[in-house]
């Protein structure tokens, strides 16, 4: 395991091991979209003493064991994994956890009011989500993969393919903040996915699968946003 510092960023340090995500969640850190930060400041904004977080995350990370290395893989499995596993995820996950909401809100939205806007937030993210995955496959993974391959060939990518990649890495990114702030929502309105006592079957389905996609979605963004579009952005230098 690699000596952490504080200087480091959040996103560094989940692309050296992923485990540490565990406990930035666990102390409410952003490590996706917010993992631009250093640990430093990351925890002056959270109120956590630094010292004793990098000594936690030293120890989960040692504890824990092995954990894949995302970060040196190269980008056709990357983008092939993300696909095939997160990809495939949200497009799995989306329409079953819009029509748990549907019904919810439909039962519950008088008593429990939160649950109709969660409901008309995430009929607003889900289409989102499914032309960004469009965009993505379509657009910016090939541009990558493109940009990686004339680099191995030539040395260099041609100006109009740096315009075209940087252009879409800003666009992917700004779309990724977009979704991760209405989860962001989502959780603050279900109160960090607890249901009120009685809750029946599906109120309690719903905000267990809204966790899981949402912790789903943060590792999603991590790899692309930390690991792929930075070896893509390392490209714009060449």
Avoid at 89 to 113: C, D, I, M, Q, W
Wanted: net charge negative; proline share 2%; hydrophobic share 35%.
């Amino acid at each position: 395991m690699q000596i952490l510092n504080e200087q480091q960023q959040i996103g560094e340090i989940v692309a050296i091991n992923y485990r540490a995500a565990g406990l930035f969640r666990r102390y409410g850190i952003d490590f996706c979209c917010g993992g631009g930060i250093s640990l430093e400041e990351a925890c002056r904004r959270k109120k956590l003493n630094t010292l004793q977080l990098l000594n936690e995350l030293q120890q989960e990370c040692t504890e824990s064991g092995g954990s894949e290395n995302y970060a040196q893989w190269s980008v056709p499995l990357l983008t092939t994994y993300i696909v095939e596993t997160h990809h495939r995820y949200v497009r799995r996950k989306s329409e079953e956890l819009l029509a748990f909401a549907a019904k919810v809100a439909s039962r519950h939205g008088n008593t429990h009011p939160e649950n109709t806007e969660i409901y008309h937030l995430l009929s607003a993210l889900v289409p989102e989500l499914m032309e960004h995955l469009v965009s993505e496959e379509s657009h910016a993974f090939p541009l990558i993969t493109k940009a990686t391959r004339e680099v191995e060939e030539n040395g260099k990518i041609s100006d109009d393919l740096k315009k075209r990649l940087n252009e879409l890495l800003e666009e992917m990114e700004n779309e990724h903040e977009s979704a991760g702030d209405i989860m962001k929502q989502i959780r603050l309105l279900s109160h960090d996915y607890t249901t009120p006592s009685g809750a029946c079957q599906t109120y309690q389905v719903l905000y267990k699968g809204l966790e899981e996609f949402e912790q789903d979605l943060h590792k999603h963004v991590h790899l692309e946003n930390n690991i792929l579009f930075k070896k893509a952005r390392k490209l714009l230098n060449t």
